[in-house]
């Protein structure tokens, strides 16, 4: 693959003069536009959704049960099952100790995903020191 050194030395340069300061300059020259929304701000009423709830059902989207169609595999790059069929993904992260919810929780949190269209749940820092619960801090009497 050709890499054009005078383009990408134009850029390397062009990104270290800091056009970052345009944003500054940007912001404190547009930012009292933001004031009469900010002073309404006492009057915005709450906004909450339910969390073992959601507002709609996408659960069509999925295709249950699990493996129905094969392993997972990549064709003329893109993702499909042993069957032919193609595979999407709706995905979201599920961080901390919401790793670990309890018994009763569970199948409502499944639900909820469920009903949102998610297929692919990404678990990050299960491991990490700041957590409530985490891998470290399980007991011998714990059961994830």
Same mark, same amino acid.
């Given at each position: *693959? *050709?890499?054009?050194?005078?383009?990408?030395?134009?850029?390397?340069?062009?990104?270290?003069?800091?056009?970052?300061?345009?944003?500054?300059?940007?912001?404190?020259?547009?930012?009292?536009?933001?004031?009469?929304?900010?002073?309404?701000?006492?009057?915005?009423?709450?906004?909450? *959704?339910?969390?073992?709830?959601?507002?709609?059902?996408?659960?069509?989207?999925?295709?249950?049960?699990?493996?129905?169609?094969?392993? /997972?595999?990549?064709?003329?790059?893109?993702?499909?099952?042993?069957?032919? !069929?193609?595979?999407?993904?709706?995905? !979201?992260?599920?961080?901390?100790?919401?790793?670990?919810?309890?018994?009763?929780?569970?199948?409502?949190?499944?639900?909820?995903?469920?009903? /949102?269209?998610?297929?692919?749940?990404?678990?990050?820092? *299960?491991?990490?020191?700041?957590?409530?619960?985490?891998?470290? !801090?399980?007991?011998?009497?714990?059961?994830?």
């Amino acid at each position: *693959m *050709m890499v054009n050194r005078a383009y990408n030395n134009q850029r390397n340069r062009r990104n270290r003069r800091g056009h970052g300061r345009w944003g500054l300059w940007f912001w404190l020259t547009f930012s009292w536009l933001l004031a009469p929304v900010l002073a309404q701000s006492e009057a915005w009423q709450p906004f909450a *959704m339910p969390w073992d709830a959601a507002p709609v059902n996408l659960s069509f989207l999925l295709d249950p049960p699990a493996g129905k169609h094969g392993f /997972l595999d990549i064709q003329d790059g893109k993702f499909e099952f042993e069957d032919g !069929t193609p595979a999407r993904f709706w995905g !979201t992260t599920i961080s901390g100790a919401a790793c670990f919810p309890s018994h009763d929780q569970a199948p409502l949190i499944a639900e909820r995903l469920s009903q /949102l269209g998610i297929n692919l749940v990404r678990l990050q820092s *299960m491991d990490a020191p700041w957590a409530e619960i985490s891998l470290f !801090t399980l007991h011998a009497n714990q059961q994830l």
